[in-house]
């Protein structure tokens, strides 16, 4: 069964520290996407990864970067964590394109993230 | 960009009757696909049915259906015989052929009542 893999379910962190969110797969899957969830404005996304150490900007890529390093994990950082990235956070991941169907995503269980 | 437009940002249904989320997009894309997510309160995002844009048959899933107008840009999920775990958050989404970038809408908070 397909797996996403969040570290943390819950994180509470203070203004101005560095945060690492932490996503793993087991599906071998070649894209991973991070999402921010917040009320009234749905899904919206931050970055994507189509392979190992690629990357591309979301709808909202400031004040985060990421890291993949290995095919199975896609870090989220926050440089410095401000108030308003308090929220939640969600993983997922989907198989290439090319010469397969396009499977949707599989996601996580999300983090909820406060930034006090 | 592809933008996703949900308009109902909360509906209610007596448990066993049928309920109707609309979603609307706008894209230049000709080839692309659409679905419709369940987020129930336990968080995890569910795929509940999908649609590919070539396809002119709507698709069926079970209780859940959905109307495709192309090009109305309309992609409308109906949920026939409601049940009380229908309730969640219903996200559509919006993904183009070439790449898995999917775009979502900002969600309808469903609530099925005994």
């Known amino acids: 069964d397909v797996k996403v893999t969040q570290s943390s379910r819950y994180l509470v962190k203070r203004t101005g520290e560095k945060v690492f969110l932490e996503c793993v797969q087991d599906m071998d899957h070649e894209n991973m996407f991070w999402y921010r969830q917040d009320p009234g404005l749905g899904l919206r996304l931050i970055y994507f990864s189509y392979d190992v150490k690629m990357k591309e900007k979301g709808d909202i890529p400031e004040g985060y970067s990421v890291s993949r390093e290995k095919k199975e994990r896609f870090s989220l950082i926050l440089e410095s964590a401000s108030t308003n990235q308090t929220s939640m956070y969600l993983c997922?991941?989907?198989?290439?394109?090319?010469?397969?169907?396009?499977?949707?995503?599989?996601f996580g269980d999300g983090t909820r993230l406060s930034i006090l | 960009a592809q933008t996703v437009t949900q308009s109902q940002p909360e509906m209610s249904v007596q448990e066993a009757e049928t309920v109707t989320l609309s979603c609307t997009y706008d894209t230049s894309e000709n080839n692309y696909y659409l679905f419709w997510y369940k987020q129930p309160p336990s968080r995890q995002m569910i795929l509940v049915i999908r649609?590919?844009?070539?396809?002119?048959q709507n698709a069926t899933e079970n209780r859940f259906s959905v109307n495709f107008q192309k090009a109305a840009k309309s992609f409308s999920l109906k949920i026939s015989d409601s049940q009380l775990g229908d309730t969640a958050m219903y996200f559509c989404?919006?993904?183009?052929?070439?790449?898995?970038?999917?775009?979502f809408g900002a969600g309808t908070r469903l609530t099925v009542k005994p």
């Open positions: 649609q590919e844009a070539y396809k002119q």
């Open positions: 989404a919006f993904m183009k052929k070439e790449n898995n970038d999917m775009r």
């Open positions: 997922a991941s989907s198989p290439a394109t090319s010469g397969v169907f396009r499977q949707p995503q599989h």
